[in-house]
């Protein structure tokens, strides 16, 4: 048996640390069989030493982004134990500033890989399930672009693909309709600045928020633009969509290839300009896995039993 011991600080930092009646240790100890104790301001951490090495790099990883970040969810205290105890590294921190005193920060190595992509290519097409970030890091980024005066003017779009339901019964006018399409790059953008300061931008026109078909004909300079559920376009739509882009602009598409609302057999175009691209020089492909996911943990449970299909009866 072996001892550790980890300096915290004020006991505010100590609750924070362990989490509302202890939750965040709790989770520790569920996973992890050492004993964790609190002592004069310290953590002291025992136990065989594996488990000893496990939950103080759990807890030393978890110390650091509460700095960074001033508070720790349920969620990030999982996805740090299941990354430590499968002896994955820590993803480099590549913070991003959307506004003042405020930095998002990827949370997995495929995000870093992401973000770096973004920053270091004109054209980046990401693929992977639902909760790895691809819509939220987009926006983030272009966030922090607009910020630094790197581009004039946003351009969030998505294709209003009809999943199972159809928009005329829908009530009010083509815009009503439309706007529930929107809606998730309305919800990333409202993490990224206030109510205000976006209304105020969207006024502008520094900030647009379009359907795909409204894309048609025009050319966008130093815009940064966004597609999200890019695999619910066809070929043609996806060719349009790319020769849109204008000088001194950059196109970041997201879309999960297992989740087509395409009628059957019609080619997505999400599919089609992977493979079409990749020899391109400025292009970039990342492919996120169940890995990568970072919303509730029960998601990554839900894609992987999705991904491996309902069990054969004996």
Do not use: W
């Not at 980024?141 to 928009?167: D, F, H």
Request: net charge neutral; proline share 4%.
């Amino acid at each position: 048996m072996i001892e550790a011991t980890i300096s915290v600080g004020d006991a505010e930092q100590l609750v924070l640390l362990l989490g509302t009646q202890d939750q965040h240790l709790k989770q520790i100890r569920s996973l992890i069989p050492a004993r964790i104790s609190a002592r004069d301001g310290n953590l002291v951490v025992q136990g065989e030493e594996s488990d000893v090495v496990h939950a103080t790099a759990v807890l030393e990883e978890l110390r650091t982004h509460l700095g960074r970040n001033g508070s720790l969810d349920s969620d990030l205290v999982t996805e740090v134990i299941r990354r430590v105890t499968n002896g994955e590294e820590s993803p480099t921190p590549e913070p991003i500033a959307v506004r003042g005193g405020r930095a998002i920060h990827p949370r997995t190595k495929g995000q870093v890989a992401y973000v770096q992509a973004i920053r270091n290519n004109g054209l980046v097409f990401c693929t992977g399930p639902a909760g790895t970030g691809k819509t939220y890091l987009a926006v983030a980024t272009a966030v922090e672009a607009l910020r630094l005066q790197q581009i004039r003017k946003i351009v969030l779009v998505r294709p209003a693909v009809e999943a199972g339901e159809s928009l005329g019964y829908l009530p009010g006018d083509l815009q009503a309709k439309i706007n529930p399409y929107l809606r998730p790059l309305f919800d990333a953008l409202r993490e990224m600045m206030d109510f205000d300061q976006m209304q105020r931008y969207m006024d502008e026109d520094v900030i647009e928020v379009v359907p795909l078909a409204y894309m048609r004909g025009r050319t966008l300079n130093r815009a940064f633009i966004i597609m999200d559920e890019a695999q619910n376009t066809t070929v043609s739509q996806m060719k349009m969509f790319l020769t849109r882009m204008g000088e001194g602009s950059q196109v970041v598409v997201s879309g999960d290839t297992s989740q087509s609302d395409l009628p059957p057999h019609t080619k997505s175009g999400l599919i089609d300009a992977v493979s079409r691209l990749k020899k391109i020089d400025g292009f970039a492909h990342i492919l996120l896995k169940g890995s990568d996911i970072v919303r509730h943990r029960l998601v990554q449970e839900i894609v992987r039993a999705y991904e491996e299909g309902p069990k054969k009866k004996r």
